[in-house]
């Protein structure tokens, strides 16, 4: 397997395909005093996911939170252990918290793995949430469309603006909760926020802002 990325200060890609598991999406990690995860994967690398984290020389018992950009199984997979075996808060937004609390419409099946549901600590609600820790102040802002309760995290490190955008390649299935007109609205809402540095949830890492804005549009062209 290939080893953690550091995408830039204080941000790694720690999970997804050669990584962890080819079920998972890409699981990042902010590095802001607190240890904090962007999703989680799909359930079946929980362990990797740990020692990838510690192989960057970072204590897994300091993750503070995992914030789920939204309720698909390859997202969503792992939050029942990392809040069972370190106490971790579980973040995700109010339209995706009966999926992830009861596992219904998570596509677990499609997987063929089976989720444990988890109870949700921190709901967001509203367009957009401001989260500090210790170093950073996160930006959690609702971009419904891929689900209802989808979410994009960004923050500001080093005069850089890092974007944590997840599915914006979709799929945009209405039968996984996708609502293309919002969709629409939500993809110009990630070019708005002009981010230096896209951490896509499965496609990986963009740079520079032009080159982002080109990918986003790309999508949002194509609906």
């Not at 339209?95 to 596992?103: F, L, N, Q, R, S």
């Not at 596509?107 to 170093?135: F, H, L, W």
Request: with cysteine.
């Amino acid at each position: 397997m290939e080893r953690p990325l550091e995408v830039c200060k204080d941000v790694y890609l720690v999970g997804g395909g050669s990584l962890s598991h080819s079920y998972d999406c890409a699981v990042y990690l902010i590095d802001a005093g607190d240890l904090i995860l962007i999703d989680s994967g799909a359930g079946l690398s929980f362990d990797t996911l740990v020692k990838n984290i510690e192989s960057l020389k970072l204590n897994p018992q300091n993750l503070k939170a995992v914030i789920a950009t939204h309720a698909h199984i390859d997202h969503i997979g792992s939050l029942y252990r990392f809040k069972k075996t370190f106490g971790t808060e579980v973040i995700a937004h109010e339209m995706d918290v009966a999926a992830i609390e009861e596992g219904t419409n998570t596509g677990a099946e499609a997987y063929q793995v089976a989720y444990s549901p988890c109870k949700v600590d921190r709901i967001i609600k509203g367009t957009e949430t401001r989260i500090k820790y210790t170093r950073y102040e996160l930006i959690v802002i609702h971009i419904p469309g891929h689900t209802p309760g989808s979410v994009a995290v960004y923050l500001d490190i080093a005069g850089k603006r890092v974007l944590f955008g997840q599915d914006i390649h979709g799929p945009y299935n209405p039968e996984w909760g996708a609502d293309i007109a919002k969709a629409r609205i939500s993809l110009q809402r990630l070019i708005d926020v002009k981010a230096d540095i896209l951490c896509e949830g499965h496609f990986g890492i963009y740079t520079p802002a032009e080159k982002i804005r080109q990918f986003i549009n790309s999508y949002l062209q194509s609906l």
